[in-house]
């Protein structure tokens, strides 16, 4: 009777354990049958009724019954942890060639980007690089510069005087500077020759904003002093840095101008890089574009500065940035530079 009990059970939980497809499931079966309340220990609790004979053989067969259903229990269990693991692990993959998430990064503007072109070719001739200030004093943006009262640069009308009251632009005058030219002092008054520097910033004029024109652009200015400093060194320095910009092949063409501070002085164009010289719209017919102004320093310049100029003489130019950068870059319009369209700007 009994042992056909246990023969039952055992027949049962060993087909409810391997049937269980999910740990709570076998923990039901285990309770089921090994619980307190359960099938197993229920049938061991009637031991005691049976004749004392059977009892030893009663014994061991439910004991081998025990054994049995934990020894399945335990491996059911560990075959269920491993398919668990399994299918986590699948469904963790990596798929190392898919596309990774691209972060968007930010990068120099265009100015920025000739800037750095420019100040490195210089870096490479053994020029350093000098900044000042944008809030300059009248006197080093135009007296010393050789650039006295009545000069057009000087009128209410050309330049952003912020001194304070109705107050005459003399040379205590403060203002934004209209030009990197003031370094040229700054570095004279500061340093002995030789000197060789490139000064970049921002100046101001008060232009009308249109295609060329902006009340604030960018220049860099670039000196040499030093003893028999000539014209020739100048040509050779400029033709250097338009080629490295602008290719081998780049044409330069140097015409007489007048600046107060330099004599003799240049204006430097550089070939239109649209049309090679045939002229076009991008060059207004001209065939070449302007891009800079230059000049021997003044002697009345050296001198004002403490240079000797029977000892030592030297060049200056200031270029205009955005002039560079639209033309290496193929930009039509000056406002694109400053309006911070990204759609623009992600183009460089
Ligand atoms: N400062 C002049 C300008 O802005 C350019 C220049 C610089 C000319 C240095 C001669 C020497 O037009």
């Known amino acids: 009777m009994m042992k056909e009990q246990l023969a039952k059970i055992k027949e049962d939980a060993l087909a409810a354990i391997h049937a269980a497809g999910?740990?709570?499931e076998l923990d039901a079966v285990r309770v089921k049958y090994l619980g307190k309340k359960?099938?197993?220990?229920?049938?061991?609790?009637?031991m005691g009724k049976l004749p004392s004979e059977e009892r030893p053989v009663m014994g061991q067969m439910a004991n081998e019954v025990r054994a049995a259903l934990t020894d399945a229990i335990t491996e059911q269990s560990k075959a269920l942890a491993d398919v668990a693991l399994n299918l986590k692990l699948k469904a963790?993959?990596?798929d190392v060639t898919m596309p990774g998430q691209r972060q968007a990064v930010g990068h120099k503007h265009p100015i920025t980007m000739v800037i750095d072109e420019v100040t490195d070719v210089f870096i490479g001739m053994g020029f350093q690089v000098v900044e000042g200030p944008e809030v300059e004093l009248a006197a080093y943006n135009f007296t010393k510069l050789n650039t006295e009262e009545g000069h057009p640069g000087r009128e209410w009308t050309d330049t952003f005087y912020i001194t304070p009251g109705d107050v005459d632009p003399k040379n205590d005058a403060v203002l934004l500077r209209s030009q990197t030219s003031?370094?040229?002092v700054r570095t004279m008054e500061t340093r002995?020759?030789?000197?060789?520097?490139?000064?970049?910033?921002?100046v101001y004029r008060k232009d009308e904003a249109?295609?060329?024109h902006s009340p604030m652009f960018h220049q860099i200015e670039g000196m040499a002093i030093d003893k028999g400093i000539t014209m020739a060194d100048?040509?050779?320095?400029?033709?250097e840095v338009v080629k490295s910009l602008y290719g081998e092949d780049a044409q330069t063409r140097f015409r007489p101008h007048h600046f107060p501070f330099?004599?003799?002085s240049c204006e430097v164009d550089v070939q239109c890089f649209e049309c090679h010289g045939k002229g076009c719209s991008v060059c207004k017919g001209e065939g070449w574009i302007e891009v800079l102004g230059a000049g021997m320093i003044h002697p009345k310049v050296l001198e004002g500065c403490g240079i000797d100029p029977d000892v030592y003489s030297g060049w200056a130019f200031g270029m205009g940035v955005e002039r560079l950068a639209m033309m290496r870059y193929g930009i039509n319009n000056l406002k694109l530079c400053f309006e911070n369209d990204v759609r623009f700007l992600e183009q460089f």
Do not use: F, W, Y
């Open 22 to 24: 999910q740990s709570d």
């Open 38 to 46: 359960g099938e197993l220990t229920a049938v061991l609790k009637q």
């Open 92 to 94: 963790e993959t990596v």
């Open 182 to 184: 003031p370094m040229q």
């Open 192 to 202: 002995k020759p030789p000197i060789r520097i490139v000064a970049p910033g921002r």
């Open 210 to 212: 249109d295609a060329t």
């Open 234 to 239: 100048l040509k050779g320095t400029l033709n």
């Open 262 to 264: 330099t004599e003799p």
